[in-house]
């Protein structure tokens, strides 16, 4: 299979864990079912003389990368105050042909189109597959389908859109149902949840994983992992923190509220135990998940949350609020516990019951090895081969045999 993958979600030079997930399942997929695959991955365009502070990062982003070995383009579009809703489908859409006639003209050609994130992304996409004359599988991933389609003008898109591409791949149940208004009762929609990469994120002894990152030896911690904005809810496992005396809690990340979540800390009173590490390279998440207590993930919105899963292959049971996704990857009070309601008083009970009552790390670890990018891939290929029209190799299982293994070593 030649696929053409296509999403603003995948990493840059300027924020190498953007879309990560994206590239984790296109590597795994190429991995375990082969195949060739060319990425675009369209940047917004920002004047070099607004190119700072937040804009920074899109300042001399190249036009192609390698990464994993996977041939990347970033075509850029312009960013349109106050339009960029509406507009940024069809923004998108030139900047992502003008990347395919560059391929089209250096004489390649694909399969279909594998699109990530119904909007802007897979909608952009859509005229791409149009004008290449290929399928178009898109994946909905989370804010595509539980916030965005409440705006009327992105919700017609998103109709346009799932009558014309050939099946969508959702990441949880959750969003699948969530879907249903948005397109015919015939149109074909798959659960493909994403895995775990059960080799990058392993266990390391606690003691040696805090000696590594100079964290307490003794004293309980707790961690929070993912961008410092509202949606993630790290504001409210600091206010939770005056209800668990003695615990230590490291905030993994950065983003536009480092500050105010500074402010409540200090305002809280436990700014003496709140330590804000910034962002960590992906291959390092798994030191700091082995060296906490608990993880806690208390987001408002979530689709698939792989902070979770990360935990947990590393033997870090976790607090997550039961939203979304959330209670189909924490199905046993074994690995981790939900709250209803992230209120600070909840959120300490439930941690403290944790650390109470620790679990075991080794079951933890065992029950993240059921959700192996496996499954996820063959899936993959399954949808894929249905809109190409290509019969399933019957030695497509056979194929994932190796990986498997050296995953279980």
């Given at each position: 299979m030649k696929l053409l993958v296509f999403s603003t979600l995948f990493p840059w030079p300027g924020v190498p864990h953007h879309g990560i997930f994206v590239l984790e399942r296109l590597?795994?997929?190429?991995?375990?079912?082969?195949?060739e695959a060319v990425v675009i991955a369209p940047v917004p365009w920002v004047p070099r003389w607004l190119a700072r502070g937040r804009f920074a990062i899109y300042k001399d982003v190249p036009w192609e990368e390698m990464r994993e070995g996977i041939r990347v383009l970033h075509p850029r579009y312009p960013l349109i105050p106050k339009l960029n809703m509406?507009?940024?489908?069809?923004?998108?859409?030139?900047?992502?042909?003008?990347?395919?006639?560059?391929?089209?003209?250096?004489?390649?050609?694909?399969?279909?189109?594998?699109?990530?994130?119904?909007?802007?992304?897979?909608?952009?996409?859509s005229f791409v597959a149009k004008r290449a004359g290929l399928p178009l599988v898109v994946t909905a991933r989370g804010t595509d389908?539980?916030?965005?389609?409440?705006?009327?003008?992105?919700?017609?898109?998103?109709?346009?859109?799932?009558?014309?591409?050939?099946?969508?791949?959702?990441?949880?149940?959750?969003?699948?149902q969530e879907m249903k208004p948005l397109h015919d009762s015939g149109f074909s929609v798959r659960v493909l949840s994403n895995g775990v990469d059960l080799e990058k994120f392993r266990p390391?002894?606690?003691?040696?994983?805090?000696?590594r990152l100079g964290w307490p030896a003794s004293s309980p911690v707790i961690l929070s992992v993912g961008h410092l904005i509202e949606r993630k809810g790290h504001h409210h496992v600091i206010r939770a923190l005056r209800h668990l005396p003695?615990?230590?809690?490291?905030?993994?990340?950065?983003?536009?509220?480092?500050?105010?979540?500074?402010?409540?800390?200090?305002?809280?009173?436990v700014a003496d135990r709140v330590e804000f590490v910034g962002t960590l390279p992906h291959d390092e998440l798994r030191v700091a998940y082995s060296a906490a207590d608990v993880l806690n993930l208390l987001s408002s919105r979530e689709g698939w949350p792989n902070v979770l899963l990360e935990s947990m292959a590393c033997g870090t049971p976790v607090v997550a609020t039961k939203v979304w996704g959330s209670p189909e990857v924490v199905r046993d009070s074994s690995v981790g516990l939900l709250v209803e309601d992230p209120n600070p008083e909840a959120v300490a009970q439930s941690v403290q019951e944790l650390l109470d009552r620790p679990r075991?790390?080794?079951?933890?670890?065992?029950?993240?090895?059921?959700?192996s990018w496996d499954r996820t891939t063959r899936g993959m290929h399954?949808?894929?081969?249905?809109?190409?029209?290509?019969?399933?190799?019957?030695?497509a299982p056979q194929a994932v045999a190796p990986v498997e293994a050296q995953k279980s070593s």
């Open positions: 590597r795994h997929y190429l991995r375990s079912q082969g195949g509406h507009w940024a489908p069809l923004s998108v859409a030139w900047a992502g042909l003008r990347a395919w006639k560059r391929l089209r003209q250096e004489g390649h050609s694909f399969d279909l189109v594998d699109a990530h994130y119904l909007y802007p992304d897979s909608v952009a996409a389908v539980n916030l965005i389609p409440r705006y009327r003008i992105p919700r017609r898109w998103l109709r346009y859109l799932l009558k014309r591409a050939s099946s969508a791949i959702t990441v949880c149940d959750a969003l699948r390391i002894e606690p003691g040696e994983a805090r000696r003695g615990v230590q809690l490291k905030i993994v990340g950065g983003g536009e509220m480092d500050g105010e979540l500074r402010r409540l800390a200090e305002e809280e009173q075991d790390r080794r079951a933890v670890r065992q029950y993240a090895e059921q959700h399954e949808v894929f081969c249905a809109a190409t029209g290509e019969p399933l190799p019957v030695a």
